[in-house]
C-alpha cells in the first residue's frame, strides 16, 4: 500500500481498530486522514496513532486514493450526499462498512447516477475485528478493480480474516452468520456456564471452564484440515459421555434450530437494507 492515501469518514471503534490494525501492518501514520466532528476523538486518534485528523468530511476526502467510510448506517446518506462531489472528481475507491447499506444506494447517494458510477466496497465486519479477530465479509461492485480489490482486502485483513461473496446478497448472510455470530456463541457460553452451575460447579468455574473450551475447540478446528463434523467423532467414544451430550443436541434438532436462526436474522439484514436504502 505504498503512496496510497487512506481517508476514514468517522473515527469511531471500527475505524481506530483498522487503524491500528494498518499501523501493526506497516502502513505509514502519515498516508492516514481521519475525519470527525468531535475534538476529543480527533485528538485521541492524533495522540494515539499520530495520523492525520479534520473536521471536516470533505477537506479530508479530496486527494484520497481510498475513502473508508466508518459512520452509523443512519448517518451514511447524509455524509455520502455531502462526500459526492468530491468523489465524482477524484473517483477513490469507496469502501462501506455501515451494516446493511447497498453498494447501489451509496452509489446513488455519491452520484454515482448523474456523474458516473464510484467504486464501492461493501465490508461486513464484526465485533472481534476490535481485538484484531475479525470476520469480514466482501462485496466488490463491478467498478473494482483487481488493485482496489486488493486493497481492500488488505485493509480488512489488517483487523482478521477478510472473504469476497460474488453475490451482493449473500452479504446478509455473512451478516448473519458472522456479522451476528458472536452474540450466538455468547448466548451458548451464557447457557453452558448456567448448566454447569445446576450441576454443582461455582459461576467462575463454570465461567472459566465454557469460555476455554471454545477458545479451544475453535483452535483445534482452525489448525486441523478435517471438517469439524470429523473432529467431532473423533472426540465422541461409543458409549461415552460425549455421545449422550450430543443425543440430546439431535434430539433437540440444533441442524433446524441454527437454520431458524440464521434465516431469521438474514431477512432483518435485507429489511434493513430496504429501509436505509429508500431516499428520504
Ligand atoms: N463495531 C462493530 O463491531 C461493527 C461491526 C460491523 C460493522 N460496523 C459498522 O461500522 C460503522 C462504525 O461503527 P463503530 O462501532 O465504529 O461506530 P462509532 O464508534 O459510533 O463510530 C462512528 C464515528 O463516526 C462519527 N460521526 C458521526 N457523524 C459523523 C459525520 N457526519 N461525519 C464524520 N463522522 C461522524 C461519530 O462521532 P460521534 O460519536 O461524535 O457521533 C463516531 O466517532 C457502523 O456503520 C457499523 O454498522 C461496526
Partial sequence: MKQIKLTFIGGGNMAASLIGGLLADKLPAKQITVADPATSTRDSLARHFGVNTEADNVTAAVGADVLVLAVKPQMLQSVAEALASAVQKDRPLVITIAAGIRSADLNRWLGGETGGKIA??????????????????????????????????????????????????????????????????????????????????????????????????????????????????????????????????????????MAQVLKAASDRSRALAKSLGETK
Fill in 120 to 257: 464501492v466496497v461493501r465490508a461486513m465486519p464484526n465485533t472481534p475485528a476490535l481485538l484484531q479477530t475479525g470476520a469480514t465479509g466482501l462485496f466488490a461492485n463491478a467498478q473494482v478493480n483487481e488493485t482496489q480489490r486488493d486493497l481492500a482486502e488488505s485493509i480488512l485483513r489488517a483487523v482478521g480474516l477478510a472473504l469476497w461473496v460474488e453475490k451482493e446478497d449473500q452479504m446478509d448472510a455473512v451478516t448473519a452468520l458472522s456479522g451476528s455470530g458472536p452474540a450466538y456463541f455468547f448466548r451458548i457460553m451464557e447457557a453452558m456456564e448456567t448448566a454447569g452451575t445446576q450441576l454443582g460447579l461455582s459461576a467462575e468455574t463454570a465461567h472459566l471452564l465454557t469460555l476455554q473450551t471454545a477458545l479451544g475447540a475453535a483452535k483445534m478446528a482452525l489448525e486441523s484440515s478435517e471438517p469439524v463434523g470429523v473432529l467431532r467423532e473423533r472426540v465422541t467414544s461409543p458409549g461415552g459421555t460425549t455421545e449422550q451430550g450430543l443425543r440430546v443436541m439431535a434430539e433437540q434438532d440444533i441442524d433446524g434450530l
